[in-house]
């Protein structure tokens, strides 16, 4: 199976296949390895049921689609979109994934974190961390953009604020590549390959 098929049998919003790409495409920018951008790539599969979709601007038509969508998918899974998303890929049989997404969310249950908490985390947890941090609402933007906009959208100072900077730093031990200077016309050429990757 390739990602497209994966994101057809749970008829993900394009918007949320677009966002996924995007934080893949981060990744695969910064590494080869198979299972750091799979995992980019189906970070957030059950986020729909988390959604507000009546402020997603859909046209009436749309809006419906989604609506019953959602409902669907919250009956199947329940509303909690990151046992939702662990549920669709146990199915599939992509099971590991699901632990390197549980890894990745220990990052969220502390304050403060410093290199060593970095340098403990697998590479896919790590690095799907760092690309879904690097992509906003409106495409590639900074780390600190990110950020912005995620306090600006919730109202409310982020739990990322106080380590964002030493994953960045971090991030960049790991590859050649100016990690700062990825930018959406860098990753958007990347959706086909992606696409078709085999999981």
Not at 57 to 77: F, I, N, P
Not at 171 to 186: A, G, S, Y
């Given at each position: 199976m390739q990602i497209r098929d994966l994101y057809d049998k749970y008829n993900l919003m394009p918007q949320l296949r677009e966002h996924q790409l995007r934080v893949g495409g981060v990744v695969r920018l910064i590494t080869n390895d198979h299972d750091s951008i799979v995992t980019a790539l189906v970070h957030d599969m059950g986020?729909?049921?988390?959604?507000?979709?009546?402020?997603?601007?859909?046209?009436?038509?749309?809006?419906?689609?989604?609506?019953?969508?959602?409902?669907?998918?919250?009956?199947?899974?329940g509303t909690e979109a990151h046992e939702t998303?662990?549920?669709?890929?146990?199915?599939?049989?992509?099971?590991?994934?699901v632990q390197y997404l549980k890894e990745e969310g220990k990052a969220y249950q502390w304050d403060d974190l410093d290199q060593e908490f970095f340098i403990n985390l697998s590479k896919p947890a790590l690095l799907t961390l760092y690309g879904d941090l690097r992509v906003g609402i409106n495409g590639v933007t900074s780390i600190q953009g990110r950020i912005e906009d995620l306090e600006r959208r919730y109202g409310a100072p982020r739990p990322e604020s106080p380590w964002i900077e030493k994953?960045?730093?971090?991030?960049?031990?790991?590859?050649?590549?100016?990690?700062?200077?990825?930018?959406?016309?860098?990753?958007?050429?990347?959706?086909?390959?992606?696409l078709t990757i085999t999981v």
């Open positions: 986020n729909i049921v988390k959604f507000d979709l009546g402020k997603s601007g859909l046209a009436e038509d749309e809006l419906e689609r989604w609506l019953a969508e959602q409902k669907q998918t919250r009956e199947m899974y998303t662990y549920t669709m890929l146990k199915e599939v049989g992509m099971t590991k994934y994953l960045e730093s971090y991030v960049q031990t790991l590859t050649m590549m100016e990690i700062k200077n990825i930018r959406e016309e860098m990753v958007v050429p990347l959706f086909d390959e992606l």
